[in-house]
């Protein structure tokens, strides 16, 4: 059964922790376009590894997202990684058969590479990226990292062309889904589509972004694997991050073990199965968030009883990845031509 419109607002505001537009430009769009295009990016790792937002929570929003009636757009950005170029689109076709395995509707998405479409109308492109530039001062764009005053000049075109991707690869693209920490390119996209013609302003549904295991850890990095959960991490690993993860007593603001359950369990499993002995308070079984936290702070839900059942659910939600590159030769093959070791493959 079709969703009606505001059932698939709903369906898509539950993939954003902020909509700049608003509800109310979703609305119009989706009464007025019953199949808008979503673009989302992806920018392959050098290190090739995937970690579980980029996996598990890209194929939660995606498949929300056609569900909604979207058509999805995927960017792999390969062009400005630098290096061997064939190495990163195998890392790309990698991460592809990843979300293959994990159940993205595929028959909902079309892929997109950087490097073909700029090569193909780079006589669009750079003027594009040039008329930004022009309109960007550039206090903003080093406002945009941590470190302002000692940026680098690539790091300021970074922006700029993460913003001209977005308005140059798909002028008839609707909605955009980014990151929190991609806000302000998602607002000068919005400024500067003033200036082309034909152009309307891209919704951006803004997702949260889930923090490393490490306490005060407020984004996961692809460079240190140990506070993070990846795609390829074997059961032995994920139990052993999540048992060293911060998880402080009673407390839920900025905890992760919390947050994972929250933004990656929650969404995939619909429920949270926690096991323990009478004594303990005996088993019982989540399907809440705000049940959850409520027996957390007031005690009942104990660090002890949360940091297994969360490594058991994240290895079930991992596991049809890992038969998938275990048994399937083609999958195997991709992991070789990205050299991506996966401890799991014999």
């Given at each position: 059964?079709?969703?009606?419109?505001?059932?698939?607002?709903?369906?898509?505001?539950?993939?954003?922790?902020?909509?700049?537009?608003?509800?109310?430009?979703?609305?119009?769009?989706?009464?007025?376009?019953?199949?808008?295009?979503?673009?989302?990016?992806?920018?392959?790792?050098?290190?090739?590894?995937?970690?579980?937002?980029?996996?598990?929570?890209?194929?939660?929003?995606?498949?929300?997202?056609?569900?909604?009636?979207?058509?999805?757009?995927?960017?792999?950005?390969?062009?400005?990684?630098?290096?061997?170029?064939?190495?990163?689109?195998?890392?790309?076709?990698?991460?592809?058969?990843?979300?293959?395995?994990?159940?993205?509707?595929?028959?909902?998405?079309?892929?997109?590479?950087?490097?073909?479409?700029?090569?193909?109308?780079?006589?669009?492109?750079?003027?594009?990226?040039?008329?930004?530039?022009?309109?960007?001062?550039?206090?903003?764009?080093?406002?945009?990292?941590?470190?302002?005053?000692?940026?680098?000049?690539?790091?300021?075109?970074?922006?700029?062309?993460?913003?001209?991707?977005?308005?140059?690869?798909?002028?008839?693209?609707?909605?955009?889904?980014?990151?929190?920490?991609?806000?302000?390119?998602?607002?000068?996209?919005?400024?500067?589509?003033?200036?082309?013609?034909?152009?309307?302003?891209?919704?951006?549904?803004?997702?949260?972004?889930?923090?490393?295991?490490?306490?005060?850890?407020?984004?996961?990095?692809?460079?240190?694997?140990?506070?993070?959960?990846?795609?390829?991490?074997?059961?032995?690993?994920?139990?052993?991050?999540?048992?060293?993860?911060?998880?402080?007593?009673?407390?839920?603001?900025?905890?992760?073990?919390?947050?994972?359950?929250?933004?990656?369990?929650?969404?995939?499993?619909?429920?949270?199965?926690?096991?323990?002995?009478?004594?303990?308070?005996?088993?019982?079984?989540?399907?809440?968030?705000?049940?959850?936290?409520?027996?957390?702070?007031?005690?009942?839900?104990?660090?002890?009883?949360?940091?297994?059942?969360?490594?058991?659910?994240?290895?079930?939600?991992?596991?049809?990845?890992?038969?998938?590159?275990?048994k399937n030769y083609d999958a195997k093959v991709l992991c070789n031509a990205?050299?991506?070791?996966?401890?799991?493959?014999?």
């Amino acid at each position: 059964m079709a969703m009606g419109v505001e059932e698939r607002v709903a369906t898509l505001l539950s993939t954003a922790e902020e909509c700049v537009g608003g509800e109310d430009e979703l609305l119009t769009l989706l009464h007025r376009n019953p199949r808008p295009i979503c673009f989302h990016s992806f920018e392959p790792s050098a290190s090739g590894r995937l970690d579980i937002a980029q996996g598990v929570g890209k194929v939660i929003d995606v498949n929300k997202m056609i569900r909604a009636g979207c058509r999805v757009k995927i960017l792999i950005q390969d062009q400005r990684m630098g290096g061997d170029l064939n190495k990163i689109r195998a890392t790309g076709h990698h991460m592809i058969e990843v979300w293959k395995a994990l159940g993205m509707d595929l028959d909902g998405v079309e892929f997109v590479w950087s490097s073909e479409e700029t090569n193909k109308r780079a006589h669009e492109y750079w003027p594009m990226v040039m008329g930004l530039a022009r309109e960007t001062k550039v206090g903003r764009l080093a406002s945009l990292h941590p470190d302002g005053k000692n940026v680098m000049v690539d790091q300021l075109w970074e922006p700029i062309m993460r913003c001209a991707d977005i308005l140059f690869l798909d002028l008839e693209a609707d909605i955009c889904q980014m990151g929190m920490d991609q806000r302000e390119v998602g607002m000068m996209a919005r400024e500067y589509s003033e200036h082309i013609e034909g152009a309307s302003k891209p919704i951006f549904l803004l997702h949260h972004l889930l923090p490393g295991l490490k306490e005060g850890q407020q984004k996961m990095s692809n460079s240190d694997p140990y506070p993070a959960i990846f795609m390829f991490d074997n059961e032995v690993d994920v139990k052993s991050k999540i048992k060293k993860a911060f998880c402080p007593v009673k407390i839920t603001e900025g905890n992760p073990c919390l947050e994972y359950i929250q933004h990656i369990v929650f969404p995939w499993v619909g429920k949270f199965e926690v096991l323990r002995n009478e004594r303990s308070g005996g088993n019982r079984t989540y399907v809440t968030m705000e049940e959850l936290l409520a027996d957390y702070i007031s005690g009942t839900l104990h660090p002890g009883d949360v940091k297994p059942a969360l490594a058991k659910a994240i290895n079930q939600i991992l596991q049809p990845v890992r038969d998938h590159f275990k048994k399937n030769y083609d999958a195997k093959v991709l992991c070789n031509a990205a050299k991506v070791s996966v401890r799991f493959i014999s």
